[in-house]
């Protein structure tokens, strides 16, 4: 299947800064990726819909502002998460998808777990 | 909305076949069934992919029913390493015209030695 990938695996911060979350699809290009966060013992909640070259769409009680998300090209996006604090703490996941609509194929990276001290 | 309904958690034993049925009672005319599997701290992985009748690939089958109301994933005879969280997808079609895929609360398989 389709590789995604992403950078860094996992980070440790301080509260109050910044942290960018890059997202790659190695082997192909993807028009569409998304961007997941996981709390312990749950499900992945999407955040985000990132499209490529226009902007993203946020899901309810996403805040755009903090989570800011690039798709600059077709195979790369990113996620920065802006004056992160420990409640930002969590497992960030991307997908790319592959495919049309309702037969799309997501393939998803390995996640980032983000620690915000 | 598509929305899915799984059990929360099986347990079962190695070389045992598994079945986990997923609930997706509002599925739409044109979407596909889709199957992850998810281990601790990491990304889901792809597992199978269906629209209706039978899906079988290298590690699983996929039977959806006539009505496609519902789908089980089948694991034939699961090891220890088969331990993780397995969720069944359906798309989710906006009225805007827009799709994405939420994520329902998955099922914890436990494999037992």
């Known amino acids: 299947g389709a590789v995604v990938s992403q950078h860094p695996s996992r980070v440790i911060c301080k509260s109050g800064t910044s942290v960018k979350i890059e997202c790659r699809s190695l082997?192909?290009?993807?028009?569409?990726m998304f961007w997941y966060r996981q709390f312990p013992k749950q499900s992945l909640m999407l955040m985000a819909t990132?499209?490529?070259?226009?902007?993203?769409?946020?899901e309810q009680g996403v805040e755009k502002d903090k989570f800011l998300i690039n798709h600059a090209s077709l195979t790369l996006s990113t996620l920065t998460v802006t004056s992160a604090h420990p409640e930002d703490s969590s497992f960030y996941i991307c997908?790319?998808?592959?495919?049309?609509?309702?037969?799309?194929?997501?393939?998803f990276g390995p996640g980032t777990r983000l620690l915000v001290l | 909305l598509a929305k899915t309904t799984q059990p929360i958690s099986m347990d079962s034993y190695e070389g045992q076949e598994v079945n986990i049925t997923c609930s997706h009672n509002?599925?739409?005319?044109?979407?596909?069934i889709t199957w992850y599997q998810q281990f601790p701290s990491q990304g889901p992985r792809f597992i199978i992919q269906?629209?209706?009748t039978k899906v079988t690939n290298e590690v699983a089958s996929l039977f959806i029913p006539a009505d496609r109301k519902s789908s089980t994933l089948s694991l034939p005879r699961v090891s220890l390493s088969d331990t993780a969280v397995y969720y069944c997808?359906?798309?989710?079609?906006?009225?805007?015209?827009?799709?994405?895929?939420?994520f329902g609360a998955g099922t914890r398989l436990f494999v037992k030695a």
């Open positions: 997908s790319a998808r592959v495919g049309a609509s309702e037969k799309e194929t997501q393939y």
């Open positions: 082997d192909f290009q993807a028009t569409t």
């Open positions: 990132s499209n490529e070259g226009s902007k993203a769409t946020y």
């Open positions: 509002n599925i739409a005319t044109n979407d596909y």
């Open positions: 269906g629209y209706k």
């Open positions: 997808l359906v798309g989710d079609t906006e009225s805007t015209g827009g799709f994405k895929t939420i």
